[in-house]
Structures are given as C-alpha cells and as structure tokens.
C-alpha cells in the first residue's frame, strides 16, 4: 500500500543554523505534499506544501523541494529560531484518491 | 467556526465501556476524516466522508469502530467495548472536496482517549 518513509526522527540544531527533513513516497500517483508542524499538545497545522507540477517553494525561512523522479521531497529550514521546535510531518496524497499519508515525524530541537 | 472542534478535549473510559467522540468540521468542507494518533507517531488514516458518504473506511482498525455522518456535517467515531489498545488522540479534519482538488487538511484538536 502506500507509503511515506520520513527521516531523521530526531534532529537538534543551533539557533540560527539549517535544518532539513527528507521524506520518501511509494505511490508514484501521488501528486500533493503538505508539510504539517505539530507543536506539543496541539494541532497538526499546515506550513508549506507542493504540488507536482514544481521542483521547488519557498515561503520566507521555509522550503519545499520535489524529485517525483526519485519520489523524494525535502523540507529546509534556515535561521532555525528556538520556536520552530515542535515535530514537523510529511505527507502525500493524489488527486482522484482520499488519503493523505502521513510520515511518522521529525522531532525538531532548537537549541538557543 | 472558525475552525475544527472536537469534543471532548479528553476522555478516560474503563476497559469494554463505549465512548463516542464529535467532530464539527469546517463550514462548507465537503470532506471529512477521522485519523489516530498514538503517542511518538504520524497519524493514520482511519476514515473518510464525502458528504455523508463514507467512502472509505479501510483503515478502521477493527469492528468495535464506527462513524457516521447523517448530515453531511457533524461526525461521530464510536469505540465500542474499548480496549487499551485503543488508547491515542483522535484527530478529525476536515477540507475542501478532496480527489477533486489537492487541498489541505484542517485539523481539530484532537480527543485524547485514555482506556484504563
């Protein structure tokens, strides 16, 4: 069945370094990829998400990169800051199907 | 709203009691979902409606699970006779007509189920 492999399951950074989540999909139909961050106790909330039709988004401090060829997608974060701490999910759903696959989550620390 | 609510917030049940948990989901958002969250975990797929369809209930994990939508609004997941086992925070979302457009999901807080 469908997939979503999500790596590394813990990451701790420096303020003010980068940080980067990389995911892995199965289901070559797969056509959307959200990013959701997750702060404790709270709600999944969507950061940032690409579409297949593009190899690359950014929105400020946050982006997205896409290989479909390797089905592979990347989540970078630069200036990390001790608030983007939280853990951060990958995910993968296609156009014409209902599910939204999930990762299992990168537990993000932001040292100050 | 303004947003997904689900209630309760928290909800301790002995071992075979049932539960039942709300979800109000986005006004005018076709789609709905039911996920499971275990501790350290992604969610998982448990449930979807279009409307009040249920369209896929494949990762419903066993019987003992039911949802329904009558109204194409409100969702109700049913746990009957829990087990430890099912102890996790259910998330619901919710969003736009999914399979027709790419859209993100809108989640709720999520009901944290507690089975002692």
């Known amino acids: 069945g469908e997939n979503v492999e999500q790596h590394p399951s813990t990451l701790s950074v420096q303020e003010g370094d980068s940080a980067v989540i990389k995911c892995t999909y199965s289901?070559?139909?797969?056509?959307?990829f959200p990013w959701y961050k997750q702060e404790l106790g709270k709600r999944p909330q969507l950061i940032i998400d690409i579409r297949s039709n593009v190899g690359e988004k950014k929105d400020q401090r946050i982006a997205v990169t896409l290989n479909k060829t390797a089905k592979h997608f990347s989540l970078h974060i630069t200036e990390t800051q001790p608030e983007d701490s939280a853990v951060y999910f990958c995910?993968?759903?296609?156009?014409?199907?209902?599910?939204?696959?999930f990762g299992a989550g990168t537990r993000l620390f932001v040292k100050a | 709203g303004a947003g997904v609510s689900q209630s309760p917030r928290y909800k301790v049940a002995k071992r075979g009691q049932d539960v039942a948990l709300r979800c109000d989901p986005i006004?005018?958002?076709?789609?709905l979902f039911w996920y499971q969250q275990a501790l350290g975990q992604g969610p998982e797929f448990l449930t979807y409606?279009?409307?009040?369809?249920?369209?896929?209930k494949s990762g419903l994990p066993s019987d003992r699970f039911f949802a329904e939508r009558p109204e194409g609004s409100v969702s109700t997941l049913k746990i009957q006779r829990t087990q430890q086992e099912d102890s996790a925070v259910y998330l619901c979302?919710?969003?736009?007509?999914?399979?027709?457009?790419?859209?993100?999901?809108?989640f709720g807080n999520g009901t944290r189920l507690t089975v002692t």
């Open positions: 995910a993968a759903s296609s156009t014409g199907g209902f599910k939204t696959i």
């Open positions: 006004s005018g958002h076709v789609s």
């Open positions: 289901d070559s139909a797969s056509n959307y």
């Open positions: 409606f279009q409307n009040e369809a249920q369209l896929d």
């Open positions: 979302a919710s969003s736009l007509e999914v399979g027709k457009y790419n859209s993100p999901l809108h």
